[in-house]
C-alpha cells in the first residue's frame, strides 16, 4: 500500500511536471504592494471597510491558506505580500474591486469600425436555459431585423475574451442578412449610404434617464480611462459603459441582480464543449430577481433582449436572452482561458471590495537573501537527520537500520506532498515551514523509539520469541504513537487557526508531517520489523542487531536467582 502511495505521488508529479517545490517569499522573492483606499467623499475610510478589505483580499491571494501571502493594514493603506509573482499579476488579483451587475441592455453602439468585412457571419453570444436553467450560448438571431446588431468584445480582468466585434448592419429595403462579399476597390453605381447626424438615430431611448442619455452619446470607448478605472457604477441608477476593448458602448438600466446576490462562483469546461466558463448560483432573492430579468429581456426587442454582465464598471458580454432563465443559476462565457476564468470565480467567490483603491507603491522583492537562508535550512535539517541517524545506528545497532529507512521513507513523502500542494494548492515553502519540517524529524524518531523499546521490554527474560514480542509490542506501542500524534496534530491545527503569517506555516508543516508520521509507522516501521523477525540475525540475538541479551540487560537489569 505504501509503494502505491508513493508510485501515484510520483506519478502525478510526472505528469503534471512537477519536481520541485513552489518557494515562499522570503525564499523565492516575489511582489509587494501598497494599495491606498480612495473613498467618495475624499475621507478617511472606516476601520471595518479596511478590515473587510483585508479579509477579501487574503482570500483572492490566499484562498487555500497555505500559499504564504501576507496581507496587513499599514495605517490606512493595505500592504500585500505574493511570493513568485510579477506586479502586473499581483496588482491585477488584488486591486480589481470585482463588482458585478447584471443590466438590461437600452441601446448599444459600434465606436470602431470592424477591420475584418466577414465578422457578421460571426454567431452572437446569447443566454439560453440548459437543464438546470444555466445560461448557455446560442447563435440565434435577433428578434427584430433591421437595426444594427452589435456583438461586443468583451475582457475580464485585462485578459482576452474575444467575442464578434460590433459590426453595422445595412439597413434599408436592400439590407441582406447574409454578410456581403468581400468589399474590393471596384466602384459601383449605388449611391453610399450617409450617415445620420442624430446620434440617436434608430434607438429607442424610452425610459432612458436624459442624463445617462448624454453621458452615453459623450462616452469616449476609445480612451481606457473610460473603461472601468474609476468609473463609479452605482447600482440604483443607469449607467452608459464601455467593453474593455473600446469596440462598443453600452446604454444599460439600472442592476436588477447584483454581486450580493451570487452563493457561488466557479470555473469549468462544461461536458461536451471546449471553451471555459464561470458558472454562477444565485442566493436569497438572486434567482427570483435573475428569473424577472432574463423575462423581461426576453419580451424585448433588439437590443433590449441582450443582458449585460458588467464587472467594475467593464462589460463582458452582453448576450441575447431568447428564454427566461429560472433555477437561479447563470454562465459568463467570453472566451475565457483557464487562469482568467478562475480569477474571476474567485473574486466573485469571495466578494467585492468594500473599497476602491489606487496603487501607491509596487516593489520587486529579490531571491538572493532568500537563497542564503534557503541554503541554512537545509543545512540545518541535513545535520538533525544526520544527528538522528548516527544516534540510532550506535544506540540501536541492526534495528537502527528501520529508524533509518523510516526517516528516508518520511523524507520521501514529505518531499512529494510539498511539491505536489505546490502545484495544486499554491502551497509555497518559506523558512517557517523548513524550520517544521525539521522539527517533524524529532517526530518521527519519537515513534519508532517507543515501538523498539517496547519490543525490548518483552523480548526481556526471555519471556517471548521475537516474532511475538513484535506483534504484542505493536498494539501497546501503537495507542501511545497515536495518542502522542494526535495530540501534536491538535496543536498543529489550533496554532494554524488562531495564527497568521509564519506562524500558520510552521504550524501547517508541523500538522503534514504529523499524519505523514502516522502513515509511515503503520505502513512501513511495522511491517519491517515483523519482517526482520524472520531472519536469524535478529531473532538470535545478534551482537550487532541491537537485541542481544547483553544489551537489553544494560538497558534493564533484573536480578536473577542465581545473582540472589
Keep these: 500500500m505504501l509503494l502505491a502511495l508513493i508510485l501515484a505521488m510520483g506519478g502525478t508529479m510526472l505528469l503534471q511536471k512537477a519536481f520541485t517545490p513552489k518557494l515562499g517569499l522570503d525564499l523565492a522573492g516575489g511582489t509587494t504592494v501598497t494599495l491606498s483606499p480612495v473613498t ?41 505580500s505574493v511570493p513568485g509573482a510579477g506586479q502586473e499579476e499581483v496588482i491585477k488579483k488584488v486591486g480589481t474591486t470585482a463588482e458585478m451587475r447584471f443590466r438590461q441592455v437600452l441601446a448599444v453602439q459600434a465606436t470602431q469600425p470592424t477591420a475584418n468585412p466577414m465578422a457578421t457571419d460571426a454567431p452572437k453570444p446569447s443566454a439560453t436555459p440548459s437543464a438546470t436553467g444555466t445560461g448557455t450560448p446560442s447563435t440565434q438571431p435577433s428578434k427584430q431585423a433591421g437595426t444594427p446588431s452589435a456583438s461586443p468584445t468583451g475582457k475580464a480582468l485585462s485578459s482576452a475574451l474575444t467575442a464578434p466585434t460590433p459590426t453595422p448592419t ?3 429595403k436592400d439590407a441582406k442578412a447574409t454578410p456581403s462579399a468581400t468589399p474590393t476597390t471596384t466602384a459601383t453605381t449605388q449611391p ?180 542564503d537562508q534557503l541554503m541554512g535550512g537545509l543545512i540545518a535539517g541535513a545535520i538533525g537527520l544526520g544527528l538522528v541517524v548516527l544516534y540510532s545506528l550506535l544506540y540501536y545497532r541492526g534495528l537502527g537500520i528501520v529508524a533509518v529507512l523510516s526517516l528516508v521513507v518520511a523524507s520521501v513523502l514529505t518531499y512529494f506532498s510539498v511539491v505536489l500542494l505546490g502545484k495544486n494548492a499554491s502551497f509555497a515553502l518559506s523558512l517557517p515551514h523548513i524550520i517544521g519540517l525539521v522539527v517533524s524529524i524529532g517526530i518521527t524518531a519519537d515513534s519508532f523509539i517507543v515501538y523498539f523499546e517496547r519490543i525490548r521490554d518483552e523480548m526481556k527474560e526471555g519471556r517471548r520469541t521475537l516474532r511475538a514480542a513484535v506483534e504484542v509490542a505493536w498494539v501497546r506501542a501503537r495507542r501511545t504513537i497515536l495518542i502522542a500524534d494526535a495530540v501534536m496534530f491538535i496543536a498543529a491545527v489550533v496554532l494554524y487557526f488562531l495564527a497568521v503569517g509564519g506562524v500558520a506555516g510552521f504550524a501547517f508543516a508541523m500538522g503534514l508531517t504529523t499524519l505523514i508520521d502516522i502513515v509511515v509507522v503503520f505502513l512501513f516501521t511495522k511491517p519491517f520489523i515483523a519482517l526482520l523477525a524472520r531472519l536469524k540475525f535478529f531473532s538470535k540475538g545478534h551482537k550487532l542487531s541491537g537485541l542481544d541479551a547483553e544489551r537489553m540487560a544494560d538497558t534493564h537489569h533484573t536480578t536473577t536467582p542465581q545473582e540472589a
Design 170 to 172: 445595412a439597413k434599408g
Design 192 to 371: 453610399t449610404a450617409q450617415p445620420s447626424q442624430d446620434p440617436n438615430a434608430g434607438m429607442d431611448l424610452s425610459g432612458a434617464d436624459p442624463a445617462v442619455v448624454k453621458q452615453f452619446q459623450a462616452l469616449n470607448c476609445a480612451d481606457p480611462k473610460n473603461r472601468g478605472k474609476g468609473v463609479q457604477d452605482d447600482p440604483n441608477k443607469q449607467f452608459a459603459a464601455c467593453d474593455a476593448d473600446g469596440s462598443a458602448k453600452y446604454l444599460l438600466d439600472v442592476a436588477k441582480v447584483v454581486g450580493t446576490d451570487i452563493d457561488s462562483a466557479s470555473a469549468g469546461i462544461p461536458q461536451g464543449r471546449t471553451d471555459w466558463i464561470v458558472q454562477l448560483s444565485f442566493k436569497g432573492n438572486g434567482p427570483d430577481a435573475w428569473s424577472k430579468l432574463t423575462t423581461k429581456a426576453y419580451n424585448s426587442q433588439e437590443p433590449r433582449n441582450r443582458v449585460a454582465v458588467v464587472l467594475d464598471g467593464v462589460v463582458i458580454t452582453a448576450p441575447n436572452i431568447i428564454s427566461p432563465i429560472p433555477g437561479g443559476k447563470a454562465e459568463i462565457t467570453g472566451g475565457f482561458t483557464q487562469k482568467t476564468a478562475e480569477d474571476l470565480a474567485s473574486q466573485l467567490k469571495f466578494g467585492a471590495l468594500p473599497l476602491k483603491f489606487k496603487l501607491s507603491e509596487a516593489i520587486t522583492i529579490s531571491s538572493t537573501l532568500g537563497q
Design 40 to 80: 467618495l467623499d475624499g475621507k478617511a475610510p472606516t476601520q471595518d471597510a479596511l478590515d473587510r478589505a483585508v479579509n477579501i483580499i487574503r482570500d483572492r491571494v490566499n484562498g487555500s491558506g497555505i500559499a504564504d501571502a501576507d496581507v496587513v493594514k499599514s495605517g490606512d493603506n493595505i500592504v500585500v
